[in-house]
């Protein structure tokens, strides 16, 4: 009986250390995204209203 036991205790920690790797990737996927937004806003700014792209190569407008 004490063998059971001592499954459900080690199934029991598995979980938990599992909860807790997910908690952490979590956390980092939300940082990664503030940083890919941050990075996008920046870089938007750099390139100004043409997109980054020169009048020549814009085609034509209408």
């Known amino acids: 009986m004490s063998w059971i036991l001592a499954a459900v205790a080690l199934a029991f920690a598995g979980v938990a250390v599992l909860g807790l790797m997910g ?9 990664l995204g503030r ?9 938007e700014a750099v390139r100004g209203p043409s997109g980054g792209r020169a009048e020549k190569d814009r085609g034509p407008q209408g």
Not at 23 to 31: G, S, V
């Open 35 to 43: 940083q890919v937004e941050r990075t996008r806003r920046r870089l």
């Open 23 to 31: 908690a952490r990737l979590l956390l980092a996927t939300r940082d």
